[in-house]
């Protein structure tokens, strides 16, 4: 609670605009001196709700429900105090305000960007200027780590489709034959039968051959005297078929000559 004080405090001490005179903001700050947040949220309320573009009770609002956890419900009370604000230092205690419920929650891209405005519009603010700087390395972490976790993500997935390819079958070719593909006794019958006859082919080509390798040497194994023996039987044979040749002339010829002499 004195933590809540002295933030009020020190965001007080900024000029404010005229809203500020209001009796219950005046009301709001010392309830909260006394330390009774739930009075000076109570106070707050009304003076915004009198005034919806009161920076000073939007920002002190915001103070109080931050200092009690409700982070969404002071970005929001901070949110309506930057979008009333229109003097720079109302500006700038609107956005510092914001910031520092974007780190709380760590919203830090958020953050940067309101603690650069701060610094833009109030150059010397040092309190600005080490959120500014711790807000941007954390951002830098985040994004970091996003990163690494991505490239991890992605290494994961190609390995896992590799591993996937590996274990799968080719398209083109059977991962398993069917258990349940019949048998087929008369193809295995078919293809026996063309074996046997094949063989049998095979066999009796060479027996043919056998055969005529022993003719060619029985002939290679004839003697001359047998050789003449065959000659003149070749020739007797051929003498007796002229004579007979000869004898059916004659006859034929004696048979014409009785005709011409009837």
């Keep these: 609670m004195k933590r809540l004080i002295v933030i009020l405090l020190m965001l007080s001490a900024l000029p404010l ?3 500020v005179d209001r009796k219950e903001v005046r009301a709001g700050n010392r309830a909260l001196r006394k330390g009774d947040a739930a009075a000076a949220e109570l106070e707050y309320r009304k003076a915004v709700a009198k ?3 009161s920076v000073a009770g939007w920002n002190n609002l915001g103070v109080v429900l931050s200092g009690r956890g409700d982070k969404q419900g002071a970005a929001e009370a901070f949110g309506k105090a930057l979008q009333s604000s229109a003097a720079p230092k109302d500006l ?3 956005s510092f305000n914001l910031g520092t419920v974007a780190i709380d929650t760590r919203n830090w891209q958020e953050a940067v960007k309101l603690f650069r405005n701060v610094l833009l519009m109030d150059p010397d603010n040092m309190l600005a200027k080490e959120r500014y700087t711790y807000a941007k390395k954390m951002l830098q972490d985040q994004q970091q780590n996003q990163d690494q976790q991505q490239n991890q993500d ?3 997935d190609q390995n896992q489709d590799q591993n996937q390819d590996q274990q799968d079958p080719p398209e083109d ?3 398993d ?3 349940d593909q019949p048998e087929d006794p008369d193809g295995d019958q078919q293809n026996q039968q063309d074996q046997q006859n094949q063989q049998d082919q ?3 080509q060479n027996r043919q051959d056998q055969d005529q390798g022993q003719d060619g040497q029985q002939k290679q194994q004839i003697s001359p005297q047998q050789a003449r ?3 003149q039987a070749v020739q007797a044979k051929e003498k007796e078929t002229q004579d007979k040749v000869k004898k059916e002339k004659a006859a034929l010829l004696k048979s014409r000559q009785k005709e011409k002499n009837w």
């Design 173 to 175: 070719q059977p991962e």
């Design 177 to 179: 034959q069917p258990e």
């Design 229 to 231: 023996q065959m000659l």
């Design 202 to 204: 095979q066999d009796q």
């Design 17 to 19: 605009s005229a809203q």
């Design 154 to 156: 992605q290494n994961q």
């Design 92 to 94: 700038i205690r609107s």
């Design 51 to 53: 005034d919806t573009a």
